[in-house]
Every structure is written in structure tokens, then in C-alpha cells.
């Protein structure tokens, strides 16, 4: 049974930072592309990063560009994502995902999801 378990979401004010974790269990971990999407209240759910099975490339929304930085670590089952110089407007729950296929930003493409975490960022 697969499991991706989100950790660090918060309350944080505008220009400070969060690191969000999610552990993962029940996959071939290192055979995944790793992805962050986040939801605001009455919005569609949007993609924000994500991080190549090797580790080697990433990809991010243009939104969080030079904020954010996603990176994994392969050996723990982990995907992180640093999000410093944080906004209001990225106050969202955050979702990590696992895709089989790079490069996509569709969530279709993503085929396990988290339950998500709540980062609520005060101006």
C-alpha cells in the first residue's frame, strides 16, 4: 500500500520561511518523479515543484521561482520542499504526489497523493 505523508506545514508570517516534508512508503521510490501542488480555498488544486526520480532536474511553477527549491533524498524515502521569502498568497494545503513520467504539471499525470498540510502564511 502506498503512503505519502506530508509534515511541516504551519503558521508563518510574510517573508519567512517553511520546510515541507513527505515521507514515502509502499513504492519504488527512486523510480518516481516527486511533485508539490498546493490548493487555496476556492481554487483549483495547481502544480508549485517537482523533482526528477535521480534527483538531477527540477522544475517549478513560475509563481514560487527563486523562492521555493524542492529536493529528495533517496536513501530516506524523502521529498522536501524549502519555501522561503513566503507570501500570503502561497497560503494553501500543500500535497506531495508521485508521477511515473517527467515533466508534467497536470496533476492527472500524478498517479499517488498525500493528504496534505496546511501552510497559512500572515501578512
Known amino acids: 500500500q502506498v503512503q505519502l505523508v506530508e509534515s511541516g506545514g504551519g503558521l508563518v508570517q510574510a517573508g519567512g520561511s517553511l520546510r515541507l516534508s513527505c515521507a514515502a512508503s509502499?513504492?519504488?521510490?527512486?523510480?518516481?518523479?516527486m511533485g508539490w501542488f498546493r490548493q487555496a480555498p476556492g481554487k483549483e488544486r495547481e502544480f508549485v515543484a517537482a523533482?526528477?526520480?535521480?534527483?538531477?532536474?527540477?522544475y517549478y511553477a513560475d509563481s514560487v521561482k527563486g523562492r521555493f527549491t524542492v529536493s529528495r533524498d533517496n536513501r530516506k524515502n524523502m521529498v522536501y520542499l524549502q519555501m522561503d521569502s513566503l507570501r500570503p498568497e502561497d497560503t494553501a494545503v500543500y500535497y506531495c504526489?508521485?508521477?511515473?513520467?517527467?515533466?508534467?504539471?497536470?496533476?492527472?499525470?500524478?498517479?499517488?497523493w498525500g493528504q496534505g498540510t496546511q501552510v497559512t502564511v500572515s501578512s
Open positions: 523533482v526528477r526520480w535521480t534527483g538531477g532536474g527540477m
Open positions: 509502499g513504492l519504488t521510490f527512486s523510480s518516481y518523479t
Open positions: 504526489a508521485a508521477a511515473t513520467t517527467w515533466g508534467s504539471r497536470d496533476r492527472s499525470s500524478y498517479v499517488y
